[in-house]
């Protein structure tokens, strides 16, 4: 299996995650309706079976239920698993203590005494200052409790100095998670990406397949019943559809070239570029099997490059 060290000091993980926003969550994903409990165990047992064992939540995902599962699920396996969780500041917990509260509830929730790797969240700076949060984070990796630090949703100036109140402590900053895929491009242009690779900083890239976009399935013809921001996402209009034909045609050329889906074109696609690690979301055992297939193989640089022009 492929593996990733995130950062230059943090854990190892497997070189693609599995995204649990929509384990428990009825807000956003209609959990409980669509897909239930019994499909994320699924997802869950067929991403450990393809040895895919990298897990990111956070606990505002089902207000806890995500981090809920996952610990259930990791109590039936003999796998050893990755997990990576995230801090929010909100409500009314703007304080150092707050923070080592909340890794303790997540670490209940979660059952286990470490976890991989713990994230901010947002830099909520107004809230608390990257100073504060960066220096209780490095005494919880001196205790144990978390092998590695991230932050996400940091622009360039943010990691950047997230990296240095850590390496004054020590420690590296092992990831910036960030929305980037074939159709959410900001980090290239706004520096985030190339800061990043200068400080060694690992990008998750969430929302890797456009929530869905990019496994080709909507179509213009076929587009209906979207829930969530899907809803209001123009990309998923009929017409926002049909201005990324050519973009789907291309992904369904080198999906024939290599017998892959569009979803793991576009996985492989991030992954190609190194030190990025895409945690798509799974619902269910077949979504999951499938995105592990965007590991074991590579796309040329020419096909990155082209991917990268179609896309724009
Ligand atoms: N840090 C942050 O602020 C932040 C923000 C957003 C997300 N995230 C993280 O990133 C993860 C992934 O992002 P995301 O869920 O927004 O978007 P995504 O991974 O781009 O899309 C996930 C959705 O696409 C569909 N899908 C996934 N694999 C598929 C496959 N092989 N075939 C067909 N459909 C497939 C499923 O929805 P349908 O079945 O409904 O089509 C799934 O829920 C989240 O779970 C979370 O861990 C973090």
Known sequence: MQTIKLGADGATVTALGVGTWAWGDTLFWAYGKDFGADDVAEAFQASVDAGVTFFDTAEVYGFGESERLIGKFCKKTSQPIQIATKYFPLPWRWNRSAIAEALTASLERLQTSQISLYQIHWPLEFLLKTKDFMEVLAAEVKTGRIQSVGVSNYSAEQMTQAHQYLQAKGI???????????????????????????????????????????????????VKDLKGARRIDPRFSPQGLQKLAPLFAELQNLSEKYDKTPAQISLNWLISQGNIVPIPGAKNASQAKQNAGALGWELTPDEIELLRQKSK
């Open 172 to 222: 590296a900053l092992a990831v910036n998670q960030v929305p980037y895929s074939l159709l959410t491009r900001q980090i290239e242009d706004n520096g985030t990406l190339q800061k990043a690779k200068q400080l060694g900083v690992t990008i998750l890239a969430y929302s890797p397949l456009a929530q869905g976009l990019l496994t080709g399935k909507y179509t213009a013809e076929n």
